[in-house]
Each structure stands twice: as structure tokens, then as C-alpha cells.
């Protein structure tokens, strides 16, 4: 998600900007990200989901 067309609910300008504090938060959080997939795009993240199922079903085949 980018920032440039957030608008702040504090000072109600473009968070882009850091009017005020809550914006210069707001903008320094969207900038690192707030975890270690937030870099990956949903479809990078369904595809992983997907690889784990079927190598879990793939154990579950084999342990059976």
C-alpha cells in the first residue's frame, strides 16, 4: 500500500506530507513495512500457501 493518497483523520491532509505527528507515524510505519511478508505480493503468499498444503498432504500420504 502506498501513502500518497492517504488523507490523515488527524489534520486531514496527505499523510505523504507528515502534517502532524499521526502522519509522520502513519508514513514511517508504511515506509518499513510491519512484518516479514509485507514486501510479498498476495499472489506470492497464495502460492507459498499452496506449496505448504501440498507438502503437508504429501507427509500426511506418506505417514499413512
Same mark, same amino acid.
Given at each position: 500500500?502506498?501513502?500518497? *493518497? ?6 486531514? @491532509? #496527505? ?6 505527528? =499521526?502522519?509522520? +507515524?502513519? *508514513? ?6 510491519? @512484518? #516479514? ?6 499472489? =506470492?503468499?497464495? +502460492? ?17
Amino acid at each position: 500500500m502506498t501513502y500518497d *493518497r492517504l488523507v490523515c483523520a488527524n489534520c486531514a @491532509g #496527505p499523510v505523504a506530507e507528515g502534517r502532524c505527528p =499521526t502522519c509522520r +507515524a502513519s *508514513r514511517q510505519r508504511l515506509e518499513q513495512g510491519e @512484518g #516479514p511478508f509485507s514486501q510479498l505480493n498476495p499472489a =506470492t503468499l497464495v +502460492a507459498l500457501l499452496v506449496v505448504l498444503v501440498a507438502a503437508m498432504a504429501l507427509l500426511a500420504h506418506q505417514a499413512a
